[in-house]
């Protein structure tokens, strides 16, 4: 493993019982880059999302994160480590607002993360950064609505305000415009951009031409082993990749 290299596995494998979900899967992920999985229906990718992530555990292979092996490890412990996920469907607390859904990530590493009683002096110190990220992703303005009163696009905004507040090394983003319209995945894939300097952004996404649009580099699955790999152009020209894609045209 390279200094380059932030995450790494090696056969990397998960049996159901005797069906192979994911058969081992090698996949290298660059710092500072947006590395995504993609694939058919079934080819794998949210299982192999879900093991990097630490919410499924290996049959077999193994899984380093700068230099450490993290193949036992439990969500909470890579977590500390700066991997934070995103999910598919908006993980924010719906009756609290907006700032308050960002603040309570922010307390995380203050050590207040469940002071709730604590007096509002000290949760006031953190209203600066509160607005800063709020600002960063388009919900300044909706800083003081319930999250429930949000657009399913602007939740998914805040879910990355959340996350920000974190400060995440790598930030895995399962399908994150998975539900959205047209104009929110454009919002979503400028918000991307925008936050992709100094991080490292792993994404399972069915959606090709944001992967063309965002990705630096591409694992392309079938059938849970790994088909092909590489910068768009060249996976868009696999003749494998194709008939994965049952004969159509990736573009």
Same mark, same amino acid.
């Given at each position: 493993?390279?200094?380059?290299?932030?995450?790494? @596995?090696?056969? #990397?494998?998960?049996?159901?019982?005797?069906?192979?979900?994911?058969?081992?899967?090698? /996949?290298?992920?660059?710092?500072?880059?947006?590395?995504? /999985?993609? *694939? +058919?229906?079934?080819?794998?990718?949210?299982?192999?999302?879900?093991?990097?992530?630490?919410? #499924?555990? $290996?049959?077999? *292979?193994?899984?380093? %994160?700068?230099?450490?092996?993290?193949?036992?490890?439990? $969500?909470?412990?890579?977590?500390?480590?700066?991997?934070?996920?995103?999910?598919?469907?908006?993980?924010?607390? $719906? !009756?609290?607002?907006?700032?308050?859904?960002?603040?309570?990530?922010?307390?995380? +590493?203050?050590?207040?993360?469940?002071?709730?009683?604590?007096?509002?002096?000290? #949760?006031?110190? /953190?209203?600066?950064?509160?607005?800063?990220?709020?600002?960063?992703?388009?919900?300044?303005?909706? !800083?003081?609505?319930? &999250?429930?009163?949000?657009? %399913? *696009?602007?939740?998914?905004?805040?879910?990355?305000?959340?996350?920000?507040?974190?400060? $995440?090394?790598?930030?895995?983003?399962?399908?994150?415009?998975?539900? /959205?319209?047209?104009?929110? =995945?454009? !919002?979503?894939?400028?918000?991307?951009?925008?936050?992709? +300097?100094?991080?490292?952004?792993?994404?399972?996404?069915?959606?090709?031409? =944001?992967?063309?649009?965002?990705?630096?580099?591409? @694992?392309?699955?079938? !059938?849970?082993?790994?088909?092909?790999?590489?910068? %768009?152009?060249?996976?868009? &020209?696999?003749?494998? =990749?194709?008939?994965? %894609?049952?004969?159509?045209?990736?573009?």
């Amino acid at each position: 493993m390279t200094t380059d290299t932030i995450i790494q @596995t090696r056969g #990397l494998t998960k049996r159901f019982g005797g069906f192979a979900a994911v058969n081992g899967v090698d /996949l290298d992920v660059a710092r500072h880059s947006l590395h995504a /999985l993609i *694939g +058919p229906n079934g080819a794998g990718k949210t299982t192999v999302f879900n093991l990097v992530s630490k919410f #499924l555990a $290996p049959s077999e *292979g193994t899984i380093t %994160y700068n230099g450490q092996d993290i193949t036992r490890e439990k $969500p909470a412990q890579v977590a500390r480590r700066g991997m934070v996920r995103s999910f598919q469907i908006s993980a924010i607390f $719906p !009756r609290m607002t907006v700032a308050e859904n960002v603040r309570i990530a922010l307390q995380r +590493p203050t050590g207040f993360s469940f002071s709730f009683w604590r007096g509002e002096k000290v #949760l006031t110190a /953190l209203e600066d950064r509160v607005d800063e990220l709020l600002t960063s992703v388009g919900l300044i303005e909706w !800083r003081n609505r319930t &999250a429930t009163e949000l657009s %399913y *696009g602007r939740k998914r905004a805040l879910e990355f305000a959340t996350t920000l507040a974190l400060d $995440p090394e790598l930030m895995l983003l399962d399908e994150p415009m998975a539900g /959205l319209g047209q104009e929110d =995945v454009h !919002r979503i894939s400028d918000l991307i951009r925008q936050i992709r +300097p100094n991080r490292t952004i792993l994404m399972v996404e069915h959606n090709l031409a =944001v992967v063309a649009d965002l990705a630096d580099r591409i @694992t392309v699955l079938a !059938r849970g082993e790994v088909l092909a790999e590489g910068d %768009y152009e060249s996976i868009a &020209a696999n003749d494998a =990749v194709i008939e994965a %894609y049952i004969g159509g045209d990736i573009d």
